[in-house]
């Protein structure tokens, strides 16, 4: 069966009214909650163990679809998470470059003795002035015409 477009436009349209009354109703369920926290307050442990059981049966997994079959059982479902992460995260043969028999050039005294020696200031100033002055280098955000201003 395939939907025509103005079949589609409507469809969607259902489903977003769908979703903002489902959204509504939420809304609706927190405030009568907070309500009562407030009419009944802290002082009432029942109340507040009965909402946090209702929480935590919401939030509990109860049911997994397994290769098509509905599963239930909380012993086969935690088997079948395990499993299912064990597999995902095993190292089944995943060839991993290794580093054994490779010849590397080595740098020369010239080179080393360059890597090794003290930055100059001049250096430093010409790394500064070549910088885009619209980026930022750190994390805080100041762009880089501030460190160039002050430099």
């Given at each position: ?124 100033l010409a790394a500064l002035k070549a910088m885009n002055g619209e980026k930022a ?15």
């Open positions: 069966m395939v939907l025509e477009d103005d079949e589609v436009v409507d469809r969607a349209l259902l489903r977003s009214e769908v979703d903002e009354l489902m959204r509504l109703v939420e809304i609706k369920w927190q405030q009568k909650a907070k309500l009562q926290w407030k009419v009944e307050g802290e002082n009432m442990t029942k109340f507040y163990h009965r909402l946090v059981n209702l929480r935590r049966k919401v939030n509990q997994l109860q049911t997994i679809l397994i290769d098509g079959e509905e599963i239930n059982e909380v012993e086969v479902i935690k088997t079948h998470i395990i499993q299912f992460y064990k597999e995902l995260f095993d190292d089944d043969g995943i060839m991993r470059p290794e580093l054994d028999g490779m010849v590397f050039d080595c740098i020369t005294q010239e080179e080393s003795s360059n890597v090794e020696r003290r930055i100059e200031e001049s250096e430093v280098p750190r994390p805080d955000g100041l762009p880089m015409k501030v460190y160039k201003a002050c430099w």
